[in-house]
């Protein structure tokens, strides 16, 4: 029903940048959420950042300041702009949709990231 397709993932050097894309496409509400989410190997997955609809965000405390989160309503889309990247960075990126009367949690493959020299 829900497909989310994300894009931009890639090897970076500390102090880089990288923009994270993900479009979802299927049955969609207007009032949702989007956001990206990472999971370094051994942890456990964690909010990154998120968006609501509406434009509300929330960030980790760990990349307040260096990364920034944006959408795109019309055409379901949500972008992760990372600066200042550093070597905790280093996880696999996932994007998020909630959504549904309900919200459910849909889910993108996941995009490696990984900054180093």
């Known amino acids: 029903q829900v497909q989310l397709v994300e894009s931009g993932g890639g090897l970076v050097q500390p102090g880089g940048s990288l923009r994270l894309s993900c479009a979802a496409s299927?049955?969609?509400?207007?009032?949702?959420?989007m956001g990206w989410y990472c999971q370094a190997p051994g942890k456990r997955r964690e909010l990154v950042a998120a968006?609501?609809?509406?434009?509300?965000?929330n960030y980790a405390d760990s990349v307040k300041g260096r990364f920034t989160i944006s959408r795109d309503n019309a055409k379901n889309t949500v972008s992760l702009q990372m600066n200042s990247l550093k070597p905790e960075d280093t996880a696999v990126y996932y994007c998020?949709?909630?959504?549904?009367?309900?919200?459910?949690?849909?889910w993108g493959q996941g995009t490696q990231v990984t900054v180093s020299s």
């Open positions: 968006i609501t609809s509406g434009g509300s965000t």
């Open positions: 299927g049955s969609i509400f207007r009032v949702n959420a």
């Open positions: 998020n949709l909630k959504t549904g009367t309900v919200w459910y949690d849909y």
